[in-house]
């Protein structure tokens, strides 16, 4: 079954009153989503594109539409993807991450969240928060995950604050000897079943 079947599916969720809508992403929606990963890596992260960073930008279905523990969410505005969620079923690797990091969260059994992005535009309506909590659910409907493990560079205007609210943090890769690669790893509650989350993270 693919992430986009009807047992994992989220239907469209209106997201407050302003028109924006929440939905599993569809082969229509990828060419709009992968435009907010790239503007994001580019502007944002001011990495540009790095293929071993982000070749699952390049082939969102295949990491993401296809995989049945794997899923990607999109928030629509008068037709047009203005934030992107997802959910892949890999643990950070080491390297370059710490290896204790990577033991603690196994692919496999660890659900990673990953380019939870927003438009400029669109930031500061809930968005972000929504996607975080459905794709938490969604982890927990899927089955055989037993973490909800996310990583975010603190240089990004306005990451580490958000994700101190919702998340535990775990390793702060800049309070390394060598300053690793200044990242921060955070753990989020998995939730028992769907709807639980809503009560961790308001």
């Not at 239907?11 to 082969?27: C, H, I, N, Q």
């Not at 594109?49 to 899923?71: K, N, Q």
């Given at each position: ?11 469209d969720v209106p ?46 279905e295949g990491s ?139």
């Amino acid at each position: 079954m693919s992430a986009t079947a009807g047992a994992t599916r989220v239907p469209d969720v209106p997201v407050g009153a302003s028109g924006y809508v929440l939905r599993t992403a569809t082969a229509q929606d990828v060419g709009g989503a992968r435009a907010v990963m790239l503007d994001t890596v580019y502007h944002d992260l001011r990495s540009g594109y790095v293929p071993r960073w982000h070749a699952d930008i390049i082939d969102l279905e295949g990491s993401y539409l296809r995989p049945a523990r794997c899923t990607l969410m999109v928030v629509v505005r008068d037709g047009e993807v203005v934030a992107t969620g997802a959910v892949r079923d890999r643990g950070p690797q080491s390297p370059p991450n710490p290896r204790w990091v990577a033991d603690r969260f196994p692919s496999g059994s660890t659900a990673q969240l990953c380019r939870i992005y927003v438009r400029p535009e669109h930031r500061r309506h809930g968005l972000a928060r929504m996607l975080v909590r459905e794709l938490g659910e969604f982890a927990a409907r899927a089955g055989g995950y037993t973490s909800l493990y996310l990583h975010t560079d603190p240089a990004v205007p306005g990451a580490e604050p958000f994700w101190r609210s919702l998340a535990h943090e775990v390793c702060d890769e800049r309070a390394l000897p060598d300053g690793g690669q200044g990242i921060i790893h955070f753990e989020l509650p998995m939730p028992a079943s769907a709807g639980l989350i809503t009560a961790n993270i308001g």
